[in-house]
């Protein structure tokens, strides 16, 4: 939607710098313009079909990159988009416990939770002895659930440890040990994914507030005055088209920054809620609590 709408704005660019060119060569035909500011004219026509080709060519790039998304075909590739983006929200979203939530609701943090219950099924563990929670340092050694809390952990995400009690069962211990490793791993790497994700969202929206409120409107209000002067005789035509040249980069930044923002936003609840692809994998349980464990990767 974002290279569409660009497209639409360097067609009324290019529009402009038609009728610059062609005033420029009747003026210059007719002795009343010098030759170096109708070359400027005819650069600025030049730079302007360029623009418009090159942002037809990216809207149809991104179409088409969204239909092998999607997947579609046939007649399915009449689908329809709204015409625009959606406006900027008036305030920034601030999620409440962003970092426990995706302990919660993460689908890469619940499959390493699903992992080392397979693996304890997969070595026959049955009788758990207590939960501790992962992210905590040196976790094997922490109480019991139900003793007080180590201070500093706010985000928790627990796992059973079992009864290794024999030596027989040394090696499933050595086994099944490694899971809250595994889980920690994914664990911290979702918490780290989140954090980034809202610095990028929140930078993404400031940066999209900044054209709205300050970069466009002060663009517009430079229109206006000037149009105020050329209507008193005080500026010729072509300072007025050189003025909406310049709001070519306002208007395109705040295009493409909110195009941005609501990239950062889907990022953003993608890292809550969804495994990202920065996550890591989990590795596939032990088939057997007598299988000898993986050689190191």
């Known amino acids: 939607m974002a290279a569409r709408e660009l497209v639409k704005f360097f067609q009324q660019v290019k529009e402009t710098a038609d009728v610059s060119n062609e005033l420029a060569k009747r ?5 009343n313009f010098n030759k170096l500011a109708q070359m400027r004219e005819q650069a600025f026509h030049a730079d302007a079909t ?3 080709a090159r942002a037809q060519h990216v809207a149809t790039a991104e179409r088409e990159r969204l239909t092998r998304l999607l997947g579609l075909h046939g007649e399915q590739l009449e689908f329809r988009l709204p015409e625009r983006l959606p406006d900027l929200p008036q ?4 999620p409440r ?3 426990q ?3 919660e609701k993460r689908l890469d943090v619940q499959m390493a939770g699903r992992s080392a219950e397979a693996t304890a099924r997969s070595l026959g563990l049955t009788r758990a002895t207590r939960l501790v929670n992962v992210l905590e340092a040196g976790y094997r050694n922490k109480s019991e659930t139900g003793a007080p809390r180590a201070s500093g952990y706010e985000v928790e995400l627990e796992l059973p440890l079992f009864d290794f009690g024999s030596t027989r069962e040394a090696r499933a211990e050595a086994t ?3 899971a809250p490793d595994r889980a920690a791993e994914v664990a911290v790497n979702a918490r780290s994914e989140v954090r980034e994700a809202y610095s990028a969202y929140r930078t993404a929206y400031d940066l999209a507030k900044h054209y709205r409120d300050e970069v466009v409107p002060l663009r517009k209000r430079i229109s206006e005055e000037n149009l105020l002067r050329y209507n008193g005789m005080l500026i010729s035509v072509f300072e007025l088209l050189s003025d909406a040249r310049d709001q070519v980069a306002g208007v395109t930044g705040y295009v493409q920054a909110l195009r941005d923002f609501w990239v950062a936003d889907t990022n953003l609840q993608a890292a809550l809620t969804g495994r990202s692809p920065g996550a890591s994998s989990v590795s596939p349980p032990a088939a ?3 299988t000898a464990p993986a050689a190191g990767h």
């Not at 003026?27 to 002795?31: I, S, V, Y």
């Not at 305030?91 to 601030?94: G, I, M, R, S, V």
Request: avoid cysteine; hydrophobic fraction near 60%; proline fraction near 0%.
């Open 176 to 178: 099944y040990l490694r």
């Open 288 to 290: 057997a609590a007598g």
């Open 50 to 52: 360029a623009q418009l």
């Open 101 to 103: 939530a995706a302990m």
């Open 27 to 31: 003026m210059l035909a007719a002795g």
């Open 91 to 94: 305030q920034a979203t601030k």
């Open 97 to 99: 416990d962003a970092e």
